[in-house]
């Protein structure tokens, strides 16, 4: 996800996004563990796409105020 795309995003829908990349980034640190992991590659995406989301939001915040 690029920043581009995060930026045509609302609220809620970052929100919902953001929630999501969660379960992902956890179904994948416990595949890790257990050696299950295909694409360890993934956690490092997921981890900057939440970076991402989170920059949005509080780049947002700070607009309003």
Not at 52 to 65: A, K
């Amino acid at each position: 996800m690029k920043m581009s795309e995060v930026k045509e995003l609302s609220v809620q829908e970052i929100n919902k996004k953001l929630r999501e990349l969660g379960d992902e980034l956890l179904q994948l640190k416990v595949r890790k563990q257990t050696g299950q992991v295909e694409k360890p590659h993934m956690i490092k995406e997921i981890k900057r796409d939440r970076a991402r989301l989170l920059t949005q939001i509080h780049s947002t915040d700070n607009s309003l105020t």
